[in-house]
């Protein structure tokens, strides 16, 4: 049968139609005659179900979609396989943010102490998937966004033989920065790319071949507002939006001290408008509350990787990957977020030159945390899970994490099974 099998587990996320979408917008270099929908929610997935059926009609899309909460059903016969799953749901989100930040600490969906948090009751989860994966369907490709979306794929190259690609959105910001500041389209701009996912830094940015100017480096640097612009060309290169956490901490916990809401509550709240859109029969088109989500981008690089892999077009992408000497100052084992050049064989990290010196000891010390983080999660550890914390810049403090720790342990014991055999 001609076409490929393309299945989303974690479906009942909201972003499930911007990859519809892209897969409609490539319908011709990507093939597709399933798409199946995989989730544990049955309400969200029946929801989900009928809009994407509408939509891909809306679309043009000609393609079966299928809908399943059986995990081997899902993945059996799949070419690839995109995960986007939230373990605990919005709820467990919402209390990663609020019990770091009583501690009087940043309180976080990926990074410091929420960030470990979700990533001990994700990691768990996502190895089986990988697990039931390389037995259905042991030549997909696994596509992968669940977050902390670095340290879910160093868990799956290190204890599973799944193919993994870990992306974010954050890959091709300096692209959507150059277009938004300048109107210059995406093809048209490169730059060196080193760090983790949410850890990294972006210098040497070219034009059409060319180094850009100071102007228009500024002019990039300018549409990130996360990160203050003078201490952007102090460090000569332009930090992921998350690095405001580390370097601009104080403020960021004052403005989560003020704030009405968390972040994972405000999402809760779209989430409630996005749904009660999918759900009416008579929308087929994707809901203008969508637009309030954030997360632009993550359609395209998705689509991306898939376009170059199945059609082995030889593409540079940003991509999580093992390191295997492509950043001299971290393990060859370390999942490093860097340029590769992806194809029909699948990714080859790029060799990363002239990393700028200030940023070495950040990066190392964010990569000791995740994986020591890693192995935590696997063994059900909670030593190693105190030895993660402190090694994490913005927690670190011993008697705090003696506090801390038993309140977050406690609070996601459900979604902890490794820990509390």
């Excluded at 996320?13 to 093939?31: D, N, R, V």
């Excluded at 390389?134 to 992968?144: G, L, M, Q």
């Excluded at 700028?356 to 983080?373: R, T």
């Excluded at 059900?380 to 342990?409: C, Q, S, T």
Aim: hydrophobic fraction near 40%.
């Amino acid at each position: 049968m001609k076409g490929f099998k393309f299945t989303i587990s974690g479906a009942g996320s909201t972003y499930t139609p911007e990859l519809i979408e892209g897969l409609a917008q490539k319908k011709e270099s990507l093939p597709v005659r399933e798409i199946m929908l995989h989730d544990i929610d049955e309400k969200r997935l029946d929801i989900m179900e009928g809009f994407c059926k509408r939509y891909v009609k809306e679309l043009g899309l000609d393609v079966t979609i299928n809908k399943t909460t059986d995990l081997a059903r899902a993945v059996e016969g799949a070419y690839f396989v995109n995960t986007q799953i939230r373990v605990g749901g919005n709820e467990a989100r919402v209390l990663d943010e609020k019990i770091p930040l009583s501690h009087g600490l940043i309180g976080q969906e990926t990074t410091g102490a929420g960030g470990f948090m979700k990533a001990m009751r994700t990691i768990p989860v996502m190895l089986n998937l990988a697990k039931t994966i390389e037995k259905y369907s042991p030549d997909a490709w696994i596509v992968n966004y669940t977050n902390p979306t670095g340290l879910v794929s160093e868990a799956v190259t290190r204890y599973t033989n799944a193919k993994i690609a870990g992306f974010c959105s954050g890959g091709i910001f300096p692209k959507m920065w150059a277009k938004k500041s300048m109107g210059i389209e995406y093809d048209r701009v490169r730059y060196d790319y080193v760090g983790l996912n949410h850890m990294n830094f972006i210098y040497n940015i070219s034009i059409d071949g060319r180094a850009a100017t100071e102007e228009e480096f500024i002019h990039i640097a300018k549409a990130n507002p996360e990160i203050d612009l003078e201490l952007v060309k102090l460090l000569n290169a332009i930090p992921s939006p998350y690095l405001q956490y580390y370097y601009h901490t104080h403020r960021k916990l004052d403005q989560f001290k003020n704030a009405q809401y968390t972040r994972g509550q405000q999402v809760m709240m779209m989430e409630k408008e996005i749904y009660s859109a999918y759900a009416d029969e008579k929308i087929s088109t994707k809901p203008e509350a969508l637009n309030k989500r954030g997360g632009g981008g993550y359609s395209d690089v998705a689509m991306g990787f898939l376009d170059a892999v199945y059609n082995d077009q030889d593409t540079w992408m940003i991509v999580n990957v093992p390191n295997n000497g492509a950043v001299d100052f971290l393990p060859d084992s370390a999942v490093v977020e860097i340029g590769c050049l992806v194809n029909g064989v699948g990714m080859q990290p790029l060799k990363v030159k002239n990393v700028p010196p200030m940023v070495w000891g950040l990066i190392s010390e964010v990569k000791n945390y995740e994986q020591l983080a890693v192995e935590a999660a696997v063994e059900g550890d909670i030593n190693k899970a105190k030895l993660a914390l402190m090694a994490h810049p913005l927690v670190r403090d011993y008697n705090l994490i003696e506090k801390m720790l038993p309140e977050l342990m406690e609070a996601n014991k459900a979604y902890l099974p490794q820990f509390y055999k």
